[in-house]
């Protein structure tokens, strides 16, 4: 509330929807903040979010289409309902901003399934399987199915967040398909045992996407 902010951006799942749009709907009477919505129930139902109160509403990968809406100040048209364009490259991103909220906040006590302090962190984005249900093939990753970072990149944030977060303990890759990309799998996980398997890795991905013969190297990487 200290904050009151001009503009709201959220992304909420279907589930949660009406919960969040409560909560916006309280920043937008007292402050006047612009609301946007993005998302997957936002992409499936546009018109129904704009009448619900929503300002501005982003469809598909909205990465793209907000930072522009912002960088060139398309807040002052008339158009409201905005779909996604060509996107940044998923390798060429910026680690995610660390310093008003931290990560490490969420580690404690983390995920329900693990053992450890960990912090979510992505190597990946996107999924190579074609499951009809799915939200990322079916709304956000029409045309580019999987991307992957630069391992060693992914290796330097962990030592980075590790040297920030001294009471870190591990990773968690919070992705839709982490082993979609054999490639960048194998040498992700040959740099890790290199530096001696520093950190214990847990991972989100298809079991039927990952290679038999990648598993014992997994298991040495520290997965």
Known sequence: QSLEPSFLIMDPASLVY??????????????GTRLLFAGPHASLFPEQVLADGADDVFTG???QSILDFFCRRKFNTSQ?????VNQIAFQDYPWPEDNDISRMNYAIPGEPSSEFREIQIYASRGCAGRCGFCVSKQIYFRAKDHESRRPHDVLAEMFHLKKKYPGLEGFFFDEEDHFGNSAFIREFAELLCARGAPF???????????????MPLLKKAGY
């Open 18 to 31: 009406r919960e969040n749009f409560e909560t916006a709907l309280l920043l937008k009477k007292k402050y």
């Open 61 to 63: 990968l909205y990465d």
């Open 80 to 84: 409201r309902i905005w779909p996604s």
């Open 200 to 214: 214990p890795v847990e991972a989100l991905g298809r079991i039927c996407g990952i290679p038999e013969e990648l």
